[in-house]
């Protein structure tokens, strides 16, 4: 008989149930990543807005461009004499910049793979270089702590801003419909608004609180996101550029961010080797992903065709969404099924079922003494046993066990009927101790009911420090009424406020582009005369 009695469970925490949710269930259909190996780290990536299966790697001296399907290098462009940094796509796709460490900015032409501009003027390295929203301009971000605006056409400087930032400025973003906005991120962790149609053209100065790695906007522009320390910012710039929330789901600093599902989720990579994915509406981690070394760039494919990761050893990972109807899938299934049928047809065909199945007996845990008198029915003994005072210090969780047994045997009541003054006066400071924590807050409740049950009959025999206990009692039920009421109230003024903000009928308004099959842009003088000098 004892062998078959259970010991109670006395559960210090509550573990969290694993719920699957559409985005678990969408972003585990990520395949095994596929690794390529460079030989430095990998500092940004970016997908072609043309060709999504085309994307493109800067690391050390080279800008490659990869095809997602075959793994292989489809253009190489090793016209950097210094590390390059930062190498991104025009919004057709057919122009590519990128910056490098001797503080020049190269445009090229990603068919054929020459040097159309030369964009001289930085003292110090470029990191970052990204086109506005109409094509013509390019804004490059600079070790020099300044920020240039170039004109494409006549490789002429448009503006320059030399005193947003007091240290290196590695991050930017440009607005995605207004050409003439753009922000700026830098190592002293302002993060600068600029509008280059009014006569001051820094807007704006907000303090992220630390380093600024990685800036970008939503698609509709109203927002836009800072990543630096372990934090995420989000500002809301039609109202004043207000912080609107900050994230922390990074125990590393934050690298790199990106926009995947058209602009409903956010990617934020970090040194902790994770990779977290936010619902866009609620700011909330849907989904994580982890990989063998720290994500210091990140780009995620249109259609979230796949995700692409570079990290700080030069280990590249790639993960494609896997789609059920393509072919090679369909290969792997019929071949597992064939080997799942082979080891079936093999297996010795035996249909004599056994008797009796006779289980190695496990020893389990020792009952505890309070075990030992539940098993016995001796409720009294086993509540007196926990109800030591070094027990009801260290150990409140077995304590509340045997409550919550004795609950279920409805047998509590008969275990505190005709107990001692001094008895009764402990528990019930127990429960008032304990009723606000949340794990042991209903188990309580209903403890505390029952000692108004036990008090019903015999409320004016006992002394009066029994009676101020439960006047004490009473009071903590009545804060603990007010505050869950104080909790609503505030829940249904936040899902007022949100339900106001949030228009679920807006359209995200994409920039379009018109291609015109004009003039072929030609290398600048500047450009052609450019060269390599190879030591």
């Given at each position: 008989?004892?062998?078959?009695?259970?010991?109670?469970?006395?559960?210090?925490?509550?573990?969290?149930?694993?719920?699957?949710?559409?985005?678990?269930?969408?972003?585990?259909?990520?395949?095994?990543?596929?690794?390529?190996?460079?030989?430095?780290?990998?500092?940004?990536?970016?997908?072609?807005?043309?060709?999504?299966?085309?994307?493109?790697?800067?690391?050390?001296?080279?800008?490659?461009?990869?095809?997602?399907?075959?793994?292989?290098?489809?253009?190489?462009?090793?016209?950097?004499?210094?590390?390059?940094?930062?190498?991104?796509?025009?919004?057709?796709?057919?122009?590519?910049?990128?910056?490098?460490?001797?503080?020049?900015?190269?445009?090229?032409?990603?068919?054929?793979?020459?040097?159309?501009?030369?964009?001289?003027?930085?003292?110090?390295?470029?990191?970052?270089?990204?086109?506005?929203?109409?094509?013509?301009?390019?804004?490059?971000?600079?070790?020099?702590?300044?920020?240039?605006?170039?004109?494409?056409?006549?490789?002429?400087?448009?503006?320059?801003?030399?005193?947003?930032?007091?240290?290196y400025i590695r991050a930017g973003a440009m607005h995605?419909?207004?050409?003439?906005?753009?922000?700026?991120?830098?190592?002293?962790?302002?993060?600068?608004?600029?509008?280059?149609?009014?006569?001051?053209?820094?807007?704006?100065?907000?303090?992220?609180?630390?380093?600024?790695?990685?800036?970008?906007?939503?698609?509709?522009?109203?927002?836009?996101?800072?990543?630096?320390?372990?934090?995420?910012?989000?500002?809301?710039?039609?109202?004043?550029?207000?912080?609107?929330?900050?994230?922390?789901?990074?125990?590393?600093?934050?690298?790199?961010?990106?926009?995947?599902?058209?602009?409903?989720?956010?990617?934020?990579?970090?040194?902790?080797?994770h990779v977290k994915i936010y619902d866009v509406s609620?700011?909330?981690?849907?989904?994580?992903?982890?990989?063998?070394?720290?994500?210091?760039?990140?780009?995620?494919?249109?259609?979230?065709?796949?995700?692409?990761?570079?990290?700080?050893?030069?280990?590249?990972?790639?993960r494609r969404m896997i789609v059920d109807s393509k072919?090679?899938?369909?290969?792997?299934?019929?071949?597992?099924?064939?080997?799942?049928?082979?080891?079936?047809?093999?297996?010795?065909?035996?249909?004599?079922?056994?008797?009796?199945?006779?289980?190695?007996?496990?020893?389990?845990?020792?009952?505890?003494?309070?075990?030992?008198?539940?098993?016995?029915?001796?409720?009294?003994?086993?509540?007196?046993?926990?109800?030591?005072?070094?027990?009801?210090?260290?150990?409140?969780?077995?304590?509340?066990?045997?409550?919550?047994?004795?609950?279920?045997?409805?047998?509590?009541?008969?275990?505190?009927?005709?107990?001692?003054?001094?008895?009764?006066?402990?528990?019930?400071?127990?429960?008032?101790?304990?009723?606000?924590?949340?794990?042991?807050?209903?188990?309580?409740?209903?403890?505390?009911?029952?000692?108004?049950?036990?008090?019903?009959?015999?409320?004016?025999?006992?002394?009066?420090?029994?009676?101020?206990?439960?006047?004490?009692?009473?009071?903590?039920?009545?804060?603990?009424?007010?505050?869950?009421?104080?909790?609503?109230?505030?829940?249904?003024?936040?899902?007022?406020?949100?339900?106001?903000?949030?228009?679920?009928?807006?359209?995200?308004?994409?920039?379009?582009?018109?291609?015109?099959?004009?003039?072929?842009?030609?290398?600048?003088?500047?450009?052609?005369?450019?060269?390599?000098?190879?030591?």
């Open positions: 008989m004892q062998s078959s009695f259970i010991p109670l469970s006395a559960r210090r925490f509550q573990q969290r149930a694993q719920v699957e949710t559409p985005d678990t269930l969408y972003w585990d259909r990520l395949a095994k990543p596929e690794l390529l190996k460079e030989h430095n780290t990998i500092d940004y990536v970016d997908f072609s807005p043309s060709d999504p299966e085309n994307f493109v790697l800067t690391c050390s001296v080279r800008v490659q461009i990869y095809n997602l399907v075959t793994k292989l290098v489809v253009k190489n462009l090793s016209r950097f004499q210094k590390t390059a940094y930062g190498a991104t796509f025009r919004q057709d796709g057919r122009l590519l910049a990128a910056g490098d460490e001797e503080g020049h900015v190269k445009l090229f032409d990603t068919t054929s793979r020459n040097i159309l501009r030369l964009f001289k003027g930085h003292t110090a390295p470029v990191h970052r270089t990204f086109f506005t929203a109409d094509k013509l301009q390019l804004a490059s971000f600079g070790d020099d702590k300044a920020v240039r605006l170039w004109d494409v056409a006549n490789e002429k400087v448009v503006q320059t801003y030399g005193d947003a930032h007091t240290d995605p419909q207004a050409a003439h906005m753009f922000v700026s991120g830098g190592y002293d962790g302002k993060i600068s608004l600029y509008d280059t149609r009014a006569q001051t053209a820094v807007q704006r100065t907000l303090d992220h609180g630390a380093p600024v790695e990685s800036m970008l906007f939503l698609p509709n522009g109203s927002i836009f996101i800072s990543a630096g320390g372990s934090q995420v910012r989000v500002w809301d710039l039609i109202s004043g550029c207000r912080l609107l929330t900050m994230m922390s789901q990074h125990h590393k600093t934050v690298t790199c961010l990106r926009l995947g599902s058209d602009g409903r989720r956010l990617f934020s990579g970090g040194l902790d080797r609620t700011y909330k981690t849907v989904h994580t992903l982890t990989y063998p070394n720290a994500v210091v760039s990140m780009a995620v494919a249109s259609g979230d065709q796949a995700v692409v990761a570079g990290m700080v050893d030069g280990l590249v990972s790639i072919p090679s899938h369909l290969k792997k299934i019929r071949a597992d099924r064939e080997r799942n049928m082979y080891k079936a047809s093999t297996r010795p065909k035996d249909t004599q079922q056994p008797d009796h199945i006779i289980k190695d007996r496990v020893k389990g845990p020792g009952l505890k003494n309070y075990d030992v008198q539940l098993r016995r029915f001796n409720h009294k003994k086993a509540l007196d046993d926990v109800m030591a005072v070094r027990k009801m210090e260290k150990h409140p969780e077995a304590v509340v066990a045997v409550i919550t047994d004795l609950l279920h045997r409805r047998c509590l009541y008969k275990a505190l009927i005709d107990r001692p003054e001094k008895v009764l006066v402990r528990f019930i400071n127990f429960v008032i101790n304990h009723l606000g924590e949340i794990r042991f807050m209903r188990p309580l409740l209903m403890a505390a009911s029952t000692i108004l049950d036990v008090f019903e009959r015999q409320l004016v025999t006992y002394s009066q420090n029994l009676m101020q206990v439960l006047e004490r009692l009473a009071h903590v039920m009545q804060r603990e009424v007010k505050l869950t009421t104080d909790l609503m109230q505030l829940k249904g003024a936040i899902d007022m406020l949100i339900g106001v903000s949030m228009d679920n009928g807006e359209v995200v308004h994409k920039s379009t582009y018109v291609d015109t099959k004009g003039q072929k842009m030609q290398p600048s003088s500047a450009a052609e005369k450019y060269v390599v000098m190879v030591e």
